[in-house]
T-cell receptor, first 113, second 113 residues
């Protein structure tokens, strides 16, 4: 079974600074997708960024970018120019089946003014 | 695109009672997913539908759980003879395709007393 590990239960960043959230995963598959989802307090989960394993280029979405290291099975999320609205729980997720997202336990991000 | 909706948002029930939750996916999405999220954990996959067909069920989905998606539109998740361990947030998501972005609803928070 695939496992997703987020080793940082909590992270803190100052507004306008950069923060990196870590994620590692375990799989024997060669083709899969990786995701970062954001879950603000009492609000629904939304997709931040998606990476296809067969693509070597790291995905970027505005202030959000990933560092995908396939051999190391590492998928970290970098948030640049952090904003107060970035405060949320961030979940790393693996999809090797095409239907079931396998989530990590999450990292709670606090953004301070 | 009105998003994924779930009803009710909160449900408190006594142990042993049956409960039913409803999920309305984004209208053009043919795939629908159910997840369960307990405190401090990431969501865990329960089951998914492609149109009206239930194609996969997790081992977490015990015999007391049943899900339906009549006519490939909305879906219901029923829990019979609820137990305290069933207390969790039940999330519904939908997507257009496999490995695509899953759009999540706000969830139904179940408390079993």
């Amino acid at each position: 079974a695939q496992t997703v590990t987020q080793s940082q239960p909590e992270m803190s960043v100052q507004e306008a600074e950069t923060v990196t959230l870590s994620c590692t995963y375990d799989t024997s598959e060669s083709d899969y997708y990786l995701f970062w989802y954001k879950q603000p307090p009492s609000r629904q989960m939304i997709l931040v960024i998606r990476q296809e394993a067969y693509k070597q280029q790291n995905a970027t979405e505005n202030r959000f970018s990933v560092n995908f290291q396939k051999a190391a099975k590492s998928f970290s999320l970098k948030i640049s120019d952090s904003q107060l609205g970035d405060a949320a729980m961030y979940f790393c997720a693996y999809d090797g089946s095409g239907y079931a997202l396998n989530f990590g336990k999450g990292t709670s991000l606090l953004v301070t003014p | 695109d009105t998003g994924v909706s779930q009803d009710p948002r909160h449900k408190i029930t006594k142990r042993g009672q049956n409960v039913t939750f409803r999920c309305d996916p984004i209208s053009e999405h043919n795939r629908l997913y159910w997840y369960r999220q307990t405190l401090g954990q990431g969501p865990e996959f329960l089951t998914y539908f492609q149109n009206e067909a239930q194609l996969e069920k997790s081992r977490l989905l015990s015999d007391r759980f049943s899900a339906e998606r009549p006519k490939g539109s909305f879906s219901t998740l029923e829990i019979q003879r609820t137990e305290q361990g069933d207390s969790a947030m039940y999330l519904c998501a939908s997507s257009r395709e496999s490995f695509g972005e899953q759009y999540f609803g706000p969830g139904t928070r179940l408390t079993v007393t």
